[in-house]
């Protein structure tokens, strides 16, 4: 499986089947990680993670602390494709990280990043 990429008009192509999601929260300026997994179905989120609470993120009543981070998995259905803002106003952008290494997106003003499986 590989994930596609849709940025600035421009497509890349992740040959990857697990990516890990990260942002700072830009009201609470708190770290945030989501682990998900490309599959047929479409995008499975796996677990999510966040160091704080606050502003609508809330860690839910299943969450347990672990090593400073309230891990839960959130109850989602697979996803057809993830809608990445991209405002360029929030001081930080989207990592995305597979395979070992990472990359930023969004990080400009413009349509939002779009992830989706391959077809």
């Not at 259905?77 to 989207?94: F, I, Q």
């Amino acid at each position: 499986m590989s994930l596609c990429i849709l940025s600035a008009g421009e497509a890349a192509t992740l040959v990857a089947t697990l990516f890990t999601l990260s942002w700072t929260h830009s009201v609470e300026k708190v770290e945030w990680q989501e682990t998900w997994r490309v599959t047929q179905e479409g995008l499975q989120i796996i677990e999510a993670r966040v160091k704080g609470s606050g502003a609508g993120m809330e860690p839910p009543p299943d969450a347990r602390f672990e090593d400073g981070w309230w891990v839960y998995v959130p109850p989602l259905e697979p996803r057809p494709e993830l809608h990445l803002a991209a405002s360029g106003a929030t001081g930080s952008s989207w990592q995305l990280c597979a395979n070992g290494e990472c990359s930023e997106l969004g990080s400009e003003a413009g349509k939002p990043v779009v992830l989706k499986p391959c077809p």
